[in-house]
C-alpha cells in the first residue's frame, strides 16, 4: 500500500466509524426532538429573548437543566441559585465521563475536551452499548470516531429543535402528548436487555429501576442518582464472593 | 438579570462537570473497587432513566394494566430482544408496537 492508500484507508476508517456512531444514535433523535422544540418555546414564555434560548443550547448542552433553568428563570430565581440547581442537575455526567474513561484516556486534551463536551445521555447510552460489544481492532481504534459521530448528531439535531422550538413552538401545543419519547424507552431496553445475562447486573438493574419509580417525584435529579446508587451497591455487593473466591486461591 | 452571564456560567459549570474525568484520567488510577462499581453505571442508569416513563406515563400514577401502550410495547421489546439478539429490531418492533397500541387505545 502507498503512503497515499493509506491516508485515505485511514480516512475511511474514520468516517466509517463517524458515520457509525451519528446513524446508531437515529432513534435518540427522535426521542430529543420535541423536548429540543418545548425548550424553545418555554424560552419564548419566559424573560429571555429568543436568541438567548439558542446560546444555552450551543453553549450548555445539557437538557434537564435547561429546562429547569427556564423555569427558574421565568419564577425569577436568583443566579447563584440557578448555577447550583445546574451543577446538582448535571452531576450525572461525571458518573458518564468515569465510566467511558477507558476508551478516552489515551486521546489529545482536545479530543477530551470535545468529547467530554458533547457528552449526554443519550450519547452515553449509545457509546457504553457499541463498547459492549465485540469490537474488531480497528473498531477499538477509532471508537472516538463513533463517540463524536453521536455527539455531533445529538448536537445538531438540538441545535434545529431548539431554533424550530423558538420560530414556531406556540404552533404545536400537543407536543408533549405524541409519545415520541418512547423511542429513546426502546432504544435503552435494546442496550440494556443484552447485559442482563448475569445475575449481578440483573439485580442492579431491578434494583435501580424499582427506586426510580418510588423517588421520581424527587426534584434535580436526585431521584436518578439515589436509584443509581442503590443498584450500583446491590450489583457490587453481589459480584464481591465471586471476587473474594477468586483471591483466596 | 444578566441572562448571557447566567447562560455562560452555566456553559461553564456544565463543560467542568461532563469534561473533567476526561481531562484528568490519564493522571487518575482508579482502585478495583470503583472500576467494579462503574461497570454497573450503564446498565442501571439506564434503566432507571426509562422504568418511571414506562410504568408511569403520565407522572404521578403507577399505571400496571394492559391499556398501558408504554408498559404493552415495552414488554414486547424485551421479547423481541432476548429472542433475536438484534438491537435495530427491537427497536423498531418496540417502536411500531408503542405508536400502534397508543392509536388503539386512543379510539
Known amino acids: 500500500m502507498t503512503k497515499e492508500e493509506g491516508m485515505l484507508y485511514t480516512r475511511?476508517?474514520?468516517?466509517?466509524?463517524?458515520?457509525?456512531?451519528?446513524?446508531?444514535?437515529?432513534?435518540?433523535?427522535?426521542?430529543?426532538?420535541?423536548?429540543?422544540?418545548?425548550?424553545?418555546?418555554?424560552?419564548?414564555?419566559?424573560?429571555?429573548?429568543p436568541w438567548h434560548g439558542q446560546l444555552m443550547s450551543l453553549?450548555?448542552?445539557?437538557?434537564?437543566?435547561?429546562?429547569?433553568?427556564?423555569?427558574?428563570?421565568?419564577?425569577?430565581?436568583?443566579?447563584?441559585?440557578?448555577?447550583?440547581?445546574?451543577?446538582?442537575v448535571n452531576l450525572r455526567h461525571m458518573l458518564y465521563?468515569?465510566?467511558?474513561?477507558p476508551h478516552v484516556a489515551h486521546l489529545s486534551a482536545r479530543w477530551r475536551w470535545l468529547l467530554g463536551f458533547l457528552l449526554t445521555?443519550?450519547?452515553?447510552?449509545?457509546?457504553a452499548g457499541?463498547?459492549?460489544?465485540?469490537?474488531?481492532a480497528s473498531e477499538r481504534r477509532y471508537a472516538h470516531w463513533y463517540f463524536l459521530g453521536s455527539g455531533l448528531a445529538m448536537?445538531?439535531?438540538?441545535?434545529?429543535?431548539?431554533?424550530?422550538?423558538?420560530?414556531?413552538?406556540?404552533?404545536?401545543?400537543?407536543?408533549?402528548?405524541?409519545?415520541?419519547?418512547y423511542a429513546m424507552v426502546a432504544t435503552f431496553i435494546?442496550?440494556?436487555?443484552?447485559?442482563?445475562?448475569?445475575?449481578?447486573?440483573?439485580?442492579?438493574?431491578?434494583?435501580?429501576?424499582?427506586?426510580?419509580?418510588?423517588?421520581?417525584?424527587?426534584?434535580?435529579?436526585?431521584?436518578?442518582?439515589?436509584?443509581?446508587?442503590?443498584g450500583v451497591m446491590v450489583g457490587v455487593a453481589l459480584s464481591r464472593s465471586s471476587v473474594t473466591s477468586r483471591e483466596s486461591i | 438579570m444578566n441572562f448571557t452571564v447566567l447562560i455562560l456560567g452555566m456553559a461553564i459549570i456544565t463543560v467542568l462537570i461532563k469534561a473533567i474525568f476526561?481531562?484528568?484520567?490519564?493522571?487518575?488510577?482508579?482502585?478495583?473497587?470503583?472500576?467494579?462499581?462503574?461497570?454497573f453505571v450503564p446498565v442501571t442508569v439506564l434503566t432507571a432513566i426509562i422504568t418511571p416513563m414506562i410504568l408511569s406515563p403520565h407522572g404521578k400514577n403507577l399505571e400496571l394494566h394492559l391499556r398501558n401502550p408504554q408498559l404493552l410495547a415495552s414488554l414486547i421489546a424485551v421479547l423481541v430482544c432476548l429472542i433475536s439478539r438484534r438491537q435495530l429490531l427491537t427497536i423498531a418492533v418496540g417502536l411500531m408496537s408503542f405508536f400502534f397500541f397508543q392509536w388503539q387505545f386512543a379510539g
Open chain 1, 12 to 49: 475511511n476508517l474514520k468516517l466509517g466509524n463517524l458515520a457509525r456512531g451519528a446513524r446508531d444514535t437515529v432513534p435518540m433523535l427522535v426521542g430529543a426532538a420535541p423536548f429540543g422544540m418545548i425548550f424553545g418555546t418555554l424560552v419564548s414564555a419566559s424573560p429571555m429573548m
Open chain 1, 59 to 88: 453553549s450548555v448542552y445539557a437538557g434537564s437543566s435547561q429546562f429547569i433553568a427556564s423555569g427558574l428563570i421565568a419564577s425569577h430565581t436568583g443566579m447563584l441559585v440557578i448555577w447550583l440547581t445546574t451543577f446538582i
Open chain 1, 97 to 101: 465521563a468515569a465510566t467511558l474513561l
Open chain 1, 121 to 127: 445521555d443519550e450519547t452515553f447510552a449509545v457509546v
Open chain 1, 130 to 136: 457499541h463498547h459492549q460489544q465485540p469490537l474488531n
Open chain 1, 155 to 181: 448536537y445538531s439535531n438540538w441545535q434545529l429543535w431548539t431554533l424550530v422550538g423558538l420560530l414556531f413552538g406556540t404552533l404545536f401545543p400537543g407536543l408533549q402528548n405524541m409519545g415520541l419519547d
Open chain 1, 190 to 230: 435494546a442496550i440494556i436487555v443484552p447485559q442482563l445475562n448475569r445475575l449481578p447486573y440483573f439485580a442492579a438493574a431491578v434494583a435501580a429501576g424499582t427506586f426510580a419509580y418510588l423517588l421520581q417525584d424527587l426534584p434535580y435529579k436526585l431521584g436518578l442518582l439515589s436509584a443509581v446508587f442503590v
Open chain 2, 22 to 39: 476526561f481531562i484528568l484520567g490519564d493522571r487518575l488510577v482508579f482502585p478495583a473497587w470503583l472500576h467494579l462499581a462503574l461497570s
